[in-house]
Structure formats: structure tokens, C-alpha cells
């Protein structure tokens, strides 16, 4: 039966080791690889100055033997027996001034003359035959070498030729490497030690610098646990400013993981505004199209009722007023799609359609439309300029905007409003359009949301003049679409739209 895989990357995340037994591994390692080199390199300084104080005691040593008496006598062990043996008429061995354990031995052809040692106790001994062929391989007058003479242990021997002799003297090893023993012990106890100091006071320093970086981390678990699918874009969690500050690295990741919440929390917002938005603009949108569907629906059960023909022709007519309304309303959302997909696909999208347009003729015209279309009103068309004003972009849509403003001045002001509609060019290669009244002041808390669909400046505002609520959305996302921007100021006695947009080449 296979295991999940979320178990199994969880048991390969435990056999893990963590980042703070890592460092105190890696410390660990290089404080005993730097305590073994020091520790060797000590050993073996330490040890060449020992051999070279022994070789200077064994020069002294080699000096007196040379000095020594040369009386003839055979050697102690010249009978052939192997065994060491007291030789208390040898004075020879011994003499003043050597040390115990001292083995001196003097070579005449080849062959043992003299040779010994007295040990602590002021006992001479003998040598053995292998301890004499052993001297007797030490070459004369050469550097000392070590030499083994059995249960004697390791010795430094060193050989020198006089009057024809080879005397040998040889000092015992054993102290210089008890010496050597004892320093590497010490070496070890101390290198033991001071790695168990250093690892315990390094596992709590890493372990206190890691703390914040371990907060941060709760900071993330604790915003993975967040349900984000309900799109609430409250996340409490972030890093504490006493944690960016702890160092630069914990710094560097909890300024990054704030941002990256802040980025998250933003997005949230977004989206749920816009899923707002879009209930709400489903449900204005159904409201709109309902009530002329209901209109339609009524007025075509009473044709059926209906025998008049006179009647009949009436509500036809008032039929194909309201498919006309509904088929306008479909028209400008699918504009309004169109602009929102063109937006989203590239912030600097131009229009579907880029063409010079003289927006000079297209305001002259569309302000004669309004005059006969609304006479109670009293027009000003003010062109400032002696050449026609042209702007890139699309000639239907920017005829909408002028449209779209005009009716809206018309729509919602009463009979007798001074309509000004002014042209001119500004700096900055702009062309400004403006559409300024007299009428009544838009409210101020609907300002700020008059662009946005459906909204409506009074209660059912609209819906009295037989609008959409649209209009003025689409001059701003058409105006947006040709890079150039709309604003609105009203207050008593002045309600003015401007329209600032990039001027032709």
C-alpha cells in the first residue's frame, strides 16, 4: 500500500537536518580540523625541539666517551654469553657526567672492545649480541639515528671514529616520547573539550539569531492556514519591525514576506471589489432589461387581446421602442466588454481603430444634433483656434463621448440651462473638450463613483430620464482607451466635464 505524498515529503522533511545543527556541524568540523593541524604542527615542532636537545646532550655524552679510559680489558660480554650481566670493574661505564641508561660502546676492528650501560640504581649491565650489532651498524662520524636495542627500548645513537675506534654512545627515547604522549594527550582533552564548549555556546547563538527567522516562518504558516478562497483580504499576520531589524538576512526575507502580504492583501481587495462590482452590475443590468422586457411582454399580450387595429399599431410601436432601448443597453455592454478586455490585455492598448479625426467637425456636429434635439436649452459652441483639432483614435467611439456628454448635460439638467461646449488645445500636445452647465450641482458623495456603471447621481436618476446609467462609463474607458483622461467639478451654478485627449502629430 503506497503512503500519501504529503506524508512523504513530511517524513523527508524530518529526516532533514535543520539549518541550525548544520552550522554547528560545519563549525564543528572546522574547529576539529584546525585543532588537529595546530595539533600536529605542534607535535612535530615540539618533538624536533626535544630531538635536537637530546642530540646536544647526546654530542656532550659522545664527547666524554671519547674522553674516557681505554684500559684493554676485554669486554664484559666478549665470552659469547648474551645475557646482560653486572659489570661493577668496568669504571669505564658510568663515568662521571653520563647519565643513567647511558649505553656506551667502543668498536676496534669491527669488534666489541667496551661496551654497557648503569641503570638508576648504579648497576652496569652488558649488551646483548643483537644490542652490539645493532651499535655496530651506526656509521661513524654521521648525523645520531635511532636505534632499537630491544627491551632497552629506542635509542639515539650516535657513532664517532678516533685513533682508529669507533666510539658509540647512545641516550635513551623513552622520555622524549612520554614527553610527545603527554602532549598529544593534552592536545586531545583540550581539543575535546573546547569542541563541546564551542558547539554548546554556538547551538545557543545560532539558536537566539535564528529566532526571528523562525517567527517569520510562523508568519507564513500562519497565513497558509488563512481561508483566502473567501476572499477576506484582513491578514493580520506580518513581521514585526523588531525582527527586520534583528539582522540583515531575516531583515531581507521579512520586508520581502510583508510585501508579499501586502501585495496579497491588495489583490483580495481588488477581487473582491470587483466581484462586487460585478453582482452589482449583473443585478443593475437585469433591472434595466427586465423593465423593458416586462414592457414588451405586456404590451404583446395586449396586441393579442386586442381585435383595434389602430391599438395594435400603437403597441407595436411601443414594442420596437423597447427593443430599441434593450438592443442600446446591449450595445454599450458589449462595448464596455470590449474596452475592459482591450484594458486588461495591455495597460497602453490603443484603440481597435486608429485614424486621424477631426474632433472639431465632430463637436460642431454633435452640438447642432443637441440644439434641435433639445431647443429649451440655450447652446454655446466656443472653437478656439483658426485649424481644425485632430486627435488619433477611433471616430465612432470619440463621437460617442461627445454624445454621451451632451445627452447627459440635456438628460439631467431642466429646460432653460446654459449648455457651454468648448474646444480648444493646451500644452502638453493635448486637445480640451469641455461640457459645462448651469443646472443643478451633482450631489458630492456621488462624485467619486459617477464614472462607474450604473451609478446614479440621485435615486433613480436614470431610470426618470430613460437612461442607462452607462453612458458615462463609457466615456471613460473610451477616453482611457485613447490614452488621454476625464474629470468632473460641480458645484452651485457650475457642472463641468473635461476631456483632455493626445493631439494628432
Do not use: C
Not at 217 to 242: F, H, K, Q
Not at 312 to 328: C, K, L, P, Q, S
Request: glycine share 8%.
Amino acid at each position: 500500500m503506497s503512503r500519501p505524498a504529503g506524508a512523504t515529503r513530511a517524513s523527508r522533511r524530518s529526516r532533514v537536518p535543520s539549518l541550525r545543527w548544520r552550522i554547528v556541524a560545519a563549525v564543528a568540523l572546522l574547529l576539529v580540523a584546525t585543532n588537529v593541524v595546530v595539533g600536529a604542527v605542534t607535535v612535530v615542532a615540539f618533538r624536533g625541539y626535544l630531538v635536537d636537545r637530546l642530540d646536544a646532550e647526546l654530542a656532550t655524552a659522545a664527547n666524554r666517551t671519547i674522553g674516557g679510559p681505554d684500559d684493554g680489558r676485554p669486554p664484559p660480554s666478549s665470552s659469547g654469553d648474551d645475557s646482560e650481566r653486572p659489570d661493577p670493574d668496568n669504571a669505564f661505564i658510568g663515568a662521571p657526567g653520563q647519565a643513567a641508561g647511558t649505553v656506551v660502546a667502543i668498536f676496534r676492528d669491527g669488534e666489541l672492545v667496551l661496551g654497557g650501560y648503569t641503570d638508576s640504581e648504579g648497576q652496569q649491565h652488558g649488551l646483548t649480541s643483537a644490542q652490539r650489532t645493532a651499535l655496530a651498524a651506526v656509521d661513524s662520524d654521521r648525523d645520531p639515528v635511532a636505534v632499537g636495542l630491544g627491551k632497552l627500548g629506542t635509542y639515539r645513537a650516535q657513532a664517532i671514529g678516533h685513533d682508529g675506534d669507533v666510539f658509540v654512545t647512545a641516550l635513551p627515547l623513552g622520555d622524549l616520547d612520554a614527553a610527545i604522549a603527554r602532549l598529544l594527550l593534552v592536545i586531545g582533552i583540550v581539543t575535546v573539550v573546547g569542541l563541546l564548549v564551542a558547539a554548546w555556546a554556538l547551538a545557543l547563538l545560532v539558536r537566539r539569531s535564528l529566532r526571528p527567522l523562525e517567527r517569520v516562518a510562523a508568519v507564513a504558516s500562519d497565513v497558509t492556514a488563512l481561508d483566502l478562497e473567501r476572499g477576506d483580504p484582513d491578514i493580520p499576520g506580518r513581521v514585526t519591525p523588531a525582527d527586520l531589524t534583528a539582522n540583515r538576512e531575516v531583515g531581507q526575507v521579512g520586508t520581502a514576506l510583508n510585501r508579499l502580504l501586502g501585495h496579497v492583501a491588495r489583490a483580495l481587495t481588488v477581487r473582491r471589489d470587483a466581484e462586487s462590482g460585478m453582482r452589482t452590475f449583473v443585478a443593475d443590468a437585469s433591472h434595466e432589461l427586465r423593465t423593458p422586457i416586462a414592457t414588451v411582454r405586456a404590451y404583446a399580450e395586449l396586441t393579442a387581446a386586442s381585435s383595434d387595429v389602430d391599438a395594435m399599431h400603437r403597441n407595436v410601436e411601443r414594442i420596437g421602442r423597447e427593443a430599441v432601448r434593450m438592443g442600446d443597453l446591449v450595445d454599450e455592454l458589449l462595448l464596455l466588454a470590449r474596452l475592459d478586455t482591450a484594458a486588461m490585455s495591455s495597460a497602453d492598448a490603443p484603440p481597435a481603430v486608429v485614424a486621424p479625426v477631426d474632433l472639431t467637425s465632430l463637436v460642431v456636429e454633435a452640438t447642432m444634433d443637441a440644439r434641435a434635439t433639445a431647443p429649451g436649452h440655450r447652446w454655446t459652441l466656443q472653437v478656439r483656434g483658426d485649424h481644425p483639432l485632430v486627435v488619433p483614435g477611433d471616430e465612432a467611439q470619440l463621437r460617442r463621448v461627445v454624445t454621451n456628454l451632451l445627452a447627459n448635460a440635456r438628460t439631467h439638467t431642466p429646460s432653460g440651462t446654459a449648455v457651454v461646449v468648448s474646444l480648444q488645445r493646451v500644452a502638453d500636445g493635448f486637445v480640451r473638450f469641455v461640457v459645462a452647465n448651469d443646472g443643478p450641482p451633482i450631489p458630492a458623495e456621488a462624485l467619486p463613483v459617477l464614472f462607474d456603471r450604473f451609478t446614479r447621481g440621485e435615486a433613480s436618476r436614470s431610470r426618470e430620464h430613460g437612461t442607462s446609467g452607462l453612458g458615462l462609463a463609457i466615456v471613460r474607458a473610451v477616453v482611457s482607451a485613447h490614452g488621454g483622461s476625464v474629470r468632473v467639478a460641480s458645484e452651485p451654478g457650475r457642472t463641468a466635464f473635461t476631456v483632455d485627449l493626445p493631439a494628432a502629430p
